[in-house]
């Protein structure tokens, strides 16, 4: 059944089966479940299996994005930015809705399929920027806490949808014929996909800390240096570009912060301290429930910003638990602690620091965005969104993002992200990562 829709002044068009999907549950994706189809170079009936459990989880997945997209305000997703963003999910779907009918049991079609993941995520690449400008256009007519209640579901969900299809395609391509040809991998050895499972944290905070200290010379003419402790050369299994990701953005708040407290001649200290993941009852012992205590309310899965109901976290996909390989070594993780001069946050701020679009950063710059100005300076504060992979990010604060965002990739995978202020002094940031099973043994 086809059913056509006019939002935004674009006719929109869809088929009785999104809302079938729609309303199928959601089940919490855990790191084991994107390792399970094996190391790479996969063989075909692996990289089939993996092609196979993608298609089983994605429609649902954007159908419950454009459910939720829906059920806001008429007026809200009329706005051009929203509904292109709704559009996209659209697109997408119908695109997948013709392979989700049957098995993929071909090269050939895993070939096709791929494509169509690799479309999938070029299509949603700025989804962020357009929200945020979308929503600062729609000001008017949703409240701020909507807003939020709304982004942090969506933006959630999203991490995972990205990370499933981009799994499939790296999956695909480090297992092409001349992957097998070339001796072991050498430039990627420790990774399965998107995960790597040699991932060094203090690498990434040196990499991180190099982009964030050019931004902040550009914008400041000093930056403070970053003293690295703790155990740098401890490694652990996780998705790097999540760690990068979080980590760019603590560091732009702590660079931003020691400079404009006048304090950039004292370093900013990030410590590396393994397996401190307080209290966590999984966490020392390596057992198949890596995931265990992964909610569905941390992946942006429950659909509470369109009060609907779409299962609990016990519930399953199409595709069981039981299919998922046991993982008997787990590394625990990592807590990261980055501690900064520069002043504290006033406990009135404290309080809004994670709602999306709270910012301290050029109130004047921000208003004048607000009030719908000239294009170029909603520009500037566009231009300062960041999102892994795709939105550019060149600016040091921006619109408020870079918290909330940081803590629901964080969150994922059942980590964390807590603010301690010292206000008048500085700030110190602890960030958790829980580590996915040690792969290596898996095949033994
Ligand atoms: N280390 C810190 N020291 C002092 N204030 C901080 C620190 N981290 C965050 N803040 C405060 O919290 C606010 C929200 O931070 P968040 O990272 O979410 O947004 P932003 O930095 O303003 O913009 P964006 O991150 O989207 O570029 C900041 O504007 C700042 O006032
Ligand atoms: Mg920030």
């Excluded at 068009?13 to 996969?42: F, I, M």
């Excluded at 008017?140 to 806490?145: E, L, V, W």
Aim: aromatic share 6%; hydrophobic share 35%; proline share 5%.
């Amino acid at each position: 059944m086809r059913k056509t829709q006019i939002i935004g002044g674009r006719m929109v068009q869809w088929y009785g089966s999104e809302v079938e999907y729609s309303s199928l549950p959601l089940h919490p994706l855990t790191l084991a479940d994107l390792v399970k189809h094996g190391r790479p170079p996969l063989t075909t009936p692996q990289l089939l299996s993996s092609a196979n459990f993608t298609l089983s989880i994605l429609p649902a997945r954007l159908a419950h994005r454009i459910q939720s997209l829906q059920n806001l305000p008429f007026i809200v997703v009329s706005n051009p930015h929203i509904s292109k963003i709704h559009a996209n999910y659209i697109h997408s779907l119908s695109t997948l809705l013709p392979w989700a009918q049957h098995e993929i049991t071909s090269l050939e079609d895993e070939i096709k399929f791929t494509e169509v993941m690799a479309d999938l995520v070029q299509t949603h690449s700025n989804t962020i920027s357009i929200l945020a400008r979308g929503f600062l256009e729609a000001r008017k007519y949703i409240s701020p806490k909507e807003v939020t209640r709304f982004l942090d579901e969506h933006l959630r969900a999203r991490i995972g949808t990205r990370l499933i299809a981009e799994q499939h395609l790296s999956l695909h391509f480090s297992s092409q014929p001349h992957a097998e040809i070339m001796h072991e991998s050498d430039e990627a050895p420790g990774f399965i996909g998107v995960i790597d499972t040699k991932l060094k944290p203090a690498r990434i905070v040196d990499h991180c800390a190099n982009i964030v200290g050019e931004i902040c010379e550009l914008k400041y003419g000093v930056r403070p240096s970053v003293v690295i402790n703790g155990e740098p050369d401890y490694s652990f299994a996780h998705v790097p570009a999540h760690l990068e990701y979080i980590m760019t953005e603590l560091l732009k708040n702590a660079f931003r912060a020691t400079v404009e407290n006048g304090k950039e001649r004292e370093p900013i200290e990030v410590t590396i301290a393994p397996k401190d993941l307080h209290g966590d009852a999984n966490a020392g012992e390596g057992h198949s429930n890596v995931g265990s205590n992964i909610r569905n309310t941390k992946q942006g899965n429950t659909d509470i910003a369109s009060g609907m109901f779409t299962g609990t976290s016990t519930s399953t996909s199409p595709t069981s638990d039981s299919q998922i390989l046991p993982l008997k070594h787990s590394t625990p993780g990592v807590t990261i602690r980055i501690r900064d001069r520069g002043g504290g946050i006033s406990p009135e701020n404290l309080a809004h620091i994670w709602d999306y679009s709270f910012t301290t950063f050029n109130e004047d710059q921000a208003s004048s965005t607000l009030s719908g100005g000239g294009s170029g300076s909603g520009m500037d504060a566009l231009n300062a969104m960041t999102g892994a992979g795709g939105d550019g990010g060149n600016s040091l604060a921006g619109l408020g993002y870079g918290l909330p965002l940081g803590r629901a990739y964080a969150e994922y995978f059942g980590g964390g992200i807590e603010v301690k202020s010292l206000w008048g002094w500085g700030t110190d940031v602890y960030l958790k990562l829980r580590g996915v099973g040690r792969v290596d043994r898996e095949r033994e």
